[in-house]
């Protein structure tokens, strides 16, 4: 059974909080630079989890990420004919 999971991006003061911020959900990235991470939390629960989230001292930010919503599978495409021409010389 596959579990449908987004984004949720967390803006924060100090690096310090990063730790507080994994108990939350799997943590795939961390900018030092920016201060923000991002994090996987299945969808059924990402609600809930943004309104504990929002209520830390130390988060400026929520974001979600709308890519489970986006459609992935590109149509009408058009392949560059130059790769094609020279996938049929063997290059």
């Given at each position: 059974m596959k579990i449908s999971r987004q984004g949720l991006i967390v803006w924060f003061h100090h690096m310090r909080d990063l730790k507080?911020?994994?108990r939350y959900g799997n943590l795939i990235y961390a900018s030092?630079?920016?201060k923000y991470a991002?994090?996987?939390v299945n969808q059924s629960d990402i609600e809930e989890i943004e309104r504990k989230l929002a209520n830390l001292p130390f988060?400026?930010?929520l974001e979600r990420?709308?890519?489970p919503f986006l459609r992935t599978n590109f149509e009408n495409a058009k392949p560059d004919k130059a790769k094609q021409y020279d996938y049929?010389?063997?290059i």
């Open positions: 507080q911020i994994r030092r630079k920016l991002v994090l996987y988060v400026s930010r990420s709308y890519r049929k010389m063997g």
